[in-house]
């Protein structure tokens, strides 16, 4: 350790250094390629991952939406190119009979699926929207933004089949002036007056959500659109230790059954997986930071390795000096702590060249990539993981800088001596 604050180690290190500088800097090379391959793919996978994570933040990682079909096959008597219809009892049906879904949200829309949207109007302005009819269930699968002072559907708006309505920041600009508080205020679902209780801020709380939507409660919407208990989708959302795949198995077996469609009827239940496409997504990523290991190990392997035979060499080269040096008194342990400390600097040295730059590489691509619809962002390494991968750097040092520091150590000082 006191050789390690020598001011006469570091001089005689960076004479060394700078007497072979080419050398020295193609050696450094495999180390640096290496750390900065790390930094670089898995900064870029972990960006992927949060870009993904920032686009569905407000909706569960598992949730799928799920709708009815026609069918595709005969079965039990009815014909093929039936129209299979879902119903509000289905909801309990499902949540008795398959306990890995957490919560579950039936919902109804007017203005997509081919149908008509709702005429929204408020004095002598009007327009044309998507209506939802929706249970406060929906809020724990999709969080809704709601702007100060307002509020989403409750029990009691479902119960009471109140007349209230939250409305989209777009519909908020285009049917109330720009200092008027639409919280409170009025408007005209197709002919009905609705009080606005809440202005949701657009999130993308799932695949048909837009900053105009308007949501009512679900009792509400089916005495005005005369829906009754029939229901467009369900939005569901399964336990985080769930097996998703297999909880949308289950429920689409489910509803085939409660519906008498064939069991092999897969066309007859539709159905959008969300949390399946986050594991698809996830595990490309964790794949690709695990690839970005592998390559950046055996990168920085290589590089070590290139390392310990350019001491060798220059302890060759070097002979004559060593020699000196051990008959005018140093010790093995000072030559070779000499010779592993040589080491260490050039693998460190190479490495943190490697982590800056790939540090900057990530910092540019986010630079780049912010801002825009793709699901990127936030390219980062863990400390840990950039820490970790300096102590491999470090552990490999040593173990690398034993080789040439023992055929240092086993010169004789008379064999030295009379090297030409």
Same mark, same amino acid.
């Given at each position: 350790? %006191?050789?390690?604050?020598?001011?006469?180690?570091?001089?005689?290190?960076?004479?060394?250094?700078?007497? /072979?500088?080419?050398?020295?800097?193609?050696?450094?090379?495999?180390?640096?390629?290496?750390?900065?391959?790390?930094?670089? #793919?898995?900064?870029?996978?972990?960006?992927?991952?949060? +870009?993904?994570?920032?686009?569905?933040?407000?909706? *569960?990682?598992?949730?799928?939406?799920?709708? *009815?079909?026609?069918?595709?096959?005969?079965?039990?008597? @009815?014909?093929?190119?039936?129209?299979?219809?879902?119903?509000?009892?289905?909801?309990?049906?499902?949540?008795?009979?398959?306990?890995?879904?957490?919560?579950?949200?039936?919902?109804?829309?007017?203005?997509? @699926?081919?149908?008509?949207?709702?005429?929204?109007?408020? !004095?002598? %302005?009007?327009? /044309?929207?998507?209506?939802?009819?929706?249970?406060?269930?929906?809020?724990?699968?999709?969080? %809704?933004?709601?702007?100060?002072?307002?509020?989403?559907?409750?029990?009691?708006?479902?119960?009471?089949?109140?007349?209230?309505?939250?409305?989209?920041?777009?519909?908020?600009?285009?049917?109330?002036?720009?200092?008027?508080?639409?919280? +409170?205020?009025?408007?005209?679902?197709?002919? =009905?007056?609705?009080?606005?209780? !809440? =202005?949701?801020?657009? &999130?993308?709380?799932?695949?048909?959500?837009?900053?105009?939507?308007?949501?009512?409660?679900?009792?509400?919407?089916?005495?005005?659109?005369?829906?009754?208990?029939?229901?467009?989708?369900?939005?569901?959302?399964?336990?985080?230790?769930?097996?998703?795949?297999?909880?949308?198995?289950?429920?689409?077996?489910?509803?085939?059954?409660?519906?008498?469609?064939?069991?092999?009827?897969?066309?007859?239940?539709?159905? @959008?997986?969300?949390?399946?496409?986050? /594991?698809?997504?996830?595990?490309?990523?964790?794949?690709?930071?695990?690839?970005?290991?592998?390559?950046?190990?055996?990168?920085? $392997?290589?590089?070590?390795?290139?390392?310990? /035979?350019?001491?060798?060499?220059?302890?060759?080269?070097?002979?004559?000096?060593? !020699?000196?040096?051990?008959?005018?008194?140093?010790?093995?342990?000072?030559?070779?702590?000499?010779?592993?400390?040589?080491?260490?600097?050039?693998?460190?040295?190479?490495?943190?060249?490697?982590?800056?730059?790939?540090?900057?590489? $990530? %910092? #540019?691509?986010?630079? $780049?990539?912010?801002?825009?619809?793709?699901?990127?962002?936030?390219?980062?390494?863990?400390?840990?993981?950039?820490?970790?991968?300096?102590?491999?750097?470090?552990? $490999?040092?040593?173990?690398?800088?034993?080789?040439? *520091?023992?055929? &240092?150590?086993?010169?004789?000082?008379?064999?030295?001596?009379?090297?030409?």
């Amino acid at each position: 350790m %006191k050789q390690l604050f020598d001011r006469d180690t570091w001089i005689e290190i960076f004479q060394s250094i700078r007497k /072979n500088r080419l050398r020295t800097f193609l050696t450094m090379i495999g180390v640096f390629i290496g750390i900065y391959i790390y930094i670089g #793919l898995s900064g870029a996978a972990n960006g992927l991952q949060n +870009g993904f994570e920032r686009e569905f933040k407000t909706i *569960a990682r598992n949730s799928m939406f799920v709708w *009815a079909q026609q069918t595709s096959m005969p079965y039990s008597g @009815f014909k093929t190119g039936r129209q299979i219809q879902l119903k509000l009892s289905d909801a309990e049906t499902l949540k008795k009979q398959i306990p890995e879904i957490e919560a579950i949200a039936p919902r109804n829309v007017q203005g997509i @699926f081919g149908s008509n949207p709702g005429v929204i109007t408020r !004095g002598l %302005k009007s327009g /044309n929207y998507s209506v939802f009819g929706d249970f406060p269930e929906f809020t724990k699968i999709a969080t %809704k933004r709601i702007y100060d002072g307002g509020r989403f559907i409750n029990d009691e708006d479902i119960e009471q089949e109140r007349k209230v309505c939250v409305i989209g920041e777009r519909t908020q600009k285009e049917l109330f002036d720009d200092e008027e508080n639409s919280i +409170g205020g009025y408007i005209e679902i197709d002919g =009905v007056n609705f009080q606005v209780v !809440g =202005v949701h801020k657009f &999130a993308g709380g799932g695949p048909f959500d837009n900053d105009s939507d308007i949501f009512i409660p679900f009792t509400t919407f089916r005495k005005l659109y005369n829906t009754g208990d029939n229901v467009s989708w369900f939005t569901i959302a399964a336990y985080d230790n769930a097996n998703v795949i297999e909880v949308e198995k289950d429920i689409k077996a489910t509803l085939r059954r409660i519906h008498q469609t064939h069991p092999q009827d897969e066309k007859a239940i539709g159905s @959008f997986n969300l949390g399946e496409m986050f /594991n698809k997504i996830f595990g490309f990523s964790d794949g690709l930071i695990f690839l970005s290991l592998v390559v950046g190990i055996a990168t920085i $392997l290589a590089g070590v390795i290139g390392i310990g /035979n350019i001491l060798l060499i220059s302890v060759k080269e070097r002979t004559k000096e060593l !020699g000196v040096r051990r008959a005018l008194g140093a010790t093995p342990s000072e030559v070779r702590n000499q010779i592993i400390i040589e080491a260490l600097v050039l693998i460190l040295l190479a490495g943190i060249i490697g982590i800056i730059l790939g540090a900057a590489t $990530l %910092k #540019l691509i986010d630079s $780049l990539t912010g801002g825009g619809d793709f699901p990127y962002t936030n390219p980062t390494v863990p400390i840990p993981y950039v820490l970790g991968s300096l102590m491999l750097m470090i552990i $490999l040092g040593i173990l690398i800088g034993l080789i040439p *520091a023992q055929r &240092a150590v086993s010169i004789r000082p008379i064999d030295a001596l009379r090297e030409e």
